[in-house]
């Protein structure tokens, strides 16, 4: 028996339309247009690990909207499940959720963005999160395991790079924090690496 391939969206694609009911209302991906999104799925409510996502998301989603950019979760579980569950988080951490949270009763969502992995789950979406640009461009994508919690700082540290590395039109080096030197583009011409000199500078030039 033959299986229905999954397609995953790619670096530079606008991000799959989709319009869903969540704790905020209807919702589409065009409802984000102008800010950047962090679009990500979590395996069900009332889960250990799905939990302390969410605390940690709402304690970031200050500085996330500093930089223009919005929350949106999603799971297959209902409009009611999530309002129980973030009702419980509130109640029994203290910290509110901010973000609304797709029901994608049906996967629909799910499977546009290619959030179901049928090794780990036939019924559960895996911890998958999109970073979707102003003009609706997927611009990173992060697969984590259900039996792992994302590392939020990360979340937001790559957020800051791209909004960062857009304004500047210059490339982040590994393990940038923000403040730091970016990286000026390569040369793409023998003329523009010439004029970049002849040590490392003409390949790996800092931007203070």
């Not at 028996?1 to 999954?6: D, K, R, V, W, Y």
């Not at 290619?114 to 994508?141: H, N, Q, Y």
């Amino acid at each position: 028996m033959s299986e229905t391939p999954i397609s995953l969206p790619r670096l530079g694609d606008f991000a799959p339309d989709f319009e869903a009911d969540s704790t905020h209302g209807r919702l589409s991906v065009r409802d984000f247009r102008g800010s950047w999104l962090v679009l990500f799925s979590h395996p069900a409510d009332f889960t250990p690990v799905c939990t302390t996502e969410f605390v940690a998301l709402a304690k970031a989603a200050d500085r996330l909207a500093a930089l223009n950019c919005q929350l949106l979760g999603l799971s297959i579980d209902s409009v009611y499940s999530h309002i129980a569950w973030l009702r419980t988080i509130e109640a029994q951490f203290g910290t509110a959720i901010p973000f609304p949270v797709l029901a994608d009763h049906d996967r629909a969502v799910a499977t546009r963005y290619g959030m179901l992995m049928p090794g780990e789950s036939s019924t559960e979406a895996s911890r998958c999160l999109f970073v979707i640009d102003p003009d609706g461009k997927v611009r990173a994508m992060i697969y984590y395991p259900m039996i792992v919690g994302r590392n939020i700082e990360e979340v937001v540290r790559l957020v800051t790079a791209l909004t960062t590395t857009a304004a500047a039109r210059a490339a982040a080096p590994a393990d940038w924090q923000p403040g730091q030197a970016l990286l000026e583009p390569a040369p793409r011409t023998l003329e523009g690496a010439a004029e970049r000199g002849t040590g490392a500078d003409w390949f790996l030039k800092q931007r203070p």
